[in-house]
T-cell receptor, first 113, second 112 residues
Framework: KAGVTQTPRYLIKTRGQQVTLSCSPISGHRSVSWYQQTPGQGLQFLFE???????NKGNFPGRFSGRQFSNSRSEMNVSTLELGDSALYLC????????????FGNGTRLTVT | GESVGLHLPTLSVQEGDNSIINCAYS??????FIWYKQESGKGPQFIID?????DKRQGQRVTVLLNKTVKHLSLQIAATQPGDSAVYFCAENTSGTYKYIFGTGTRLKVLA
């Protein structure tokens, strides 16, 4: 079974630009979550989607948004990039049922200059 | 690969010894806990999980202990190997919130 796939692997953007990151979950997984990882803040929850509906959102500004498609694939978008948005963005999928573990992709490394 | 965390607490153990990594979780309502391993350049990898109705769970070479009274979680790795060198995170979840809270992580270094 293929794991969680994130594209692109690396991105370099300049301040003020916007970026879209893509995630394909494990086949059969309908829940997709996004996390931001930085050395200073660790892993921080961005949002979670299930069946195209956002069920929870973390404490990030409105510049961070996401969506999920009918095939469970997900994208997240960051607009008006700031230097502090430089981070590893991780996508994870999980199966149905409460207490299903997250399975992570290898992330997209975003650098904002 | 880039560092996951530049100033993480570090545990150094000799190859073949047992390792114990500790985590204090934050929410007394959390009812599901996971340990993850993250190697440089990769995403976190699931190791073992435990539900709040259990105190202990064993896997292959790993054991997780949960103490709900003091909100403490530990990961024990038996016969630590060089391939165990990585950053380890605990994560907690409360049913119905659809989000996990991650600990700050511990770097495990295995000395040959």
């Amino acid at each position: 079974k293929a794991g969680v796939t994130q594209t692109p692997r690396y991105l370099i953007k300049t301040r003020g630009q916007q970026v879209t990151l893509s995630c394909s979950p494990i086949s059969g997984h309908r829940s997709v979550s996004w996390y931001q990882q930085t050395p200073g803040q660790g892993l921080q929850f961005l949002f979670e989607y299930f069946s195209e509906t956002q069920r929870n959102k973390g404490n990030f500004p409105g510049r961070f948004s996401g969506r999920q498609f009918s095939n469970s694939r997900s994208e997240m978008n960051v607009s008006t990039l700031e230097l502090g948005d430089s981070a590893l963005y991780l996508c994870a999928s999980s199966g149905q049922g409460s207490n299903s573990p997250l399975h992570f992709g290898n992330g997209t490394r975003l650098t904002v200059t | 690969g880039e560092s996951v965390g530049l100033h993480l607490p570090t545990l150094s153990v000799q190859e073949g010894d047992n390792s114990i990594i500790n985590c204090a979780y934050s929410n007394s309502a959390s009812d599901y806990f996971i340990w993850y391993k993250q190697e440089s350049g990769k995403g976190p990898q699931f190791i073992i999980d435990i539900r709040s109705n259990m105190d202990k769970r064993q896997g292959q070479r790993v054991t997780v202990l949960l103490n709900k009274t003091v909100k403490h979680l530990s990961l024990q790795i038996a016969a630590t190997q060089p391939g165990d060198s990585a950053v380890y995170f605990c994560a907690e979840n409360t049913s119905g919130t659809y989000k996990y809270i991650f600990g700050t992580g511990t770097r495990l270094k295995v000395l040959a």
